[in-house]
């Protein structure tokens, strides 16, 4: 039967624990493309129900009707080939493997050592001191590799002076370490830049973790 075309269509809904810096790069693309959603906060300390969404039990999934995607860089693809305006990848060839690269280096080379059930094991196995040494090792590392791909192709943002996938990635990492590890950005001119670009942009302020329902009133 043909679609009347009064049919309301159900939001998307993403399940999001609000300190997660993947899921808050997915906020900001959900907000970049004006897409609305239901927020469904997720504690990762205790998340039995979740697994039935996502049996990894990692934040972030996006559920869009009978498809779940979970995986922060899949979700993201996907809301830019579903909703391709604007385009979190640009047109030029270059700049789009240098998008990725930045992508890459914060979603593999940085985020998971600072991932809270993998800082709690390290701290549980070692001590406070040795974790927090093991994630400013991480982020340090990986902020060095970032700012040498960025410096000569950065503008107002990573690659240009319009936002893409790699800003997506940088703003929350940038956020993460200046207030959860109190990491010095003096080292990273181009990052620094960038990340001050940012709190330019109502959908890089709204997606703030300290703006989100879950989090504590202590953070607002």
């Given at each position: 039967?043909?679609?009347?075309?009064?049919?309301?269509?159900?939001?998307?809904?993403?399940?999001?624990?609000?300190?997660?810096?993947?899921?808050?790069?997915?906020?900001?693309?959900?907000?970049?493309?004006?897409?609305?959603?239901?927020?469904?906060?997720?504690?990762?300390?205790?998340?039995?129900?979740?697994?039935?969404?996502?049996?990894?039990?990692?934040?972030?999934?996006?559920?869009?009707?009978?498809?779940?995607?979970s995986?922060?860089?899949?979700?993201?693809?996907?809301?830019?080939?579903?909703?391709?305006?604007?385009?979190?990848?640009?047109?030029?060839?270059?700049?789009?493997?240098?998008?990725?690269?930045?992508?890459?280096?914060?979603?593999?080379?940085?985020?998971?050592?600072?991932?809270?059930?993998?800082?709690?094991?390290?701290?549980?196995?070692?001590?406070?001191?040795?974790?927090?040494?093991?994630?400013?090792?991480?982020?340090?590392?990986g902020?060095?590799?970032?700012?040498?791909?960025?410096?000569?192709?950065?503008?107002?943002?990573?690659?240009?002076?319009?936002?893409?996938?790699?800003?997506?990635?940088?703003?929350?990492?940038?956020?993460?370490?200046?207030?959860?590890?109190?990491?010095?950005?003096?080292?990273?001119?181009?990052?620094?830049?960038?990340y001050?670009?940012y709190?330019?942009?109502?959908?890089?302020?709204?997606?703030?973790?300290?703006?989100?329902?879950?989090?504590?009133a202590?953070?607002?």
């Amino acid at each position: 039967m043909a679609s009347s075309g009064t049919e309301k269509k159900e939001k998307l809904k993403l399940y999001s624990y609000w300190k997660s810096s993947c899921s808050h790069r997915v906020r900001i693309a959900l907000a970049l493309k004006g897409i609305e959603y239901e927020y469904v906060p997720v504690n990762p300390l205790k998340r039995d129900e979740y697994l039935k969404i996502n049996p990894m039990g990692a934040v972030p999934a996006l559920v869009d009707g009978d498809l779940v995607v979970s995986d922060s860089f899949a979700i993201i693809m996907y809301l830019d080939e579903k909703y391709p305006d604007p385009p979190l990848l640009p047109r030029d060839l270059h700049k789009r493997a240098v998008n990725y690269q930045a992508a890459s280096i914060v979603l593999s080379g940085i985020q998971p050592y600072q991932n809270t059930p993998v800082a709690m094991y390290i701290e549980e196995k070692t001590n406070s001191e040795e974790k927090i040494a093991w994630v400013n090792n991480a982020i340090t590392k990986g902020f060095t590799a970032l700012e040498k791909l960025l410096v000569s192709c950065t503008g107002k943002y990573a690659t240009g002076d319009e936002v893409f996938l790699a800003d997506l990635f940088l703003a929350p990492q940038i956020h993460a370490a200046i207030n959860r590890f109190q990491i010095n950005m003096e080292p990273y001119p181009t990052l620094a830049k960038c990340y001050e670009s940012y709190n330019d942009l109502a959908a890089f302020q709204n997606a703030v973790p300290e703006k989100q329902p879950d989090a504590p009133a202590s953070t607002s």
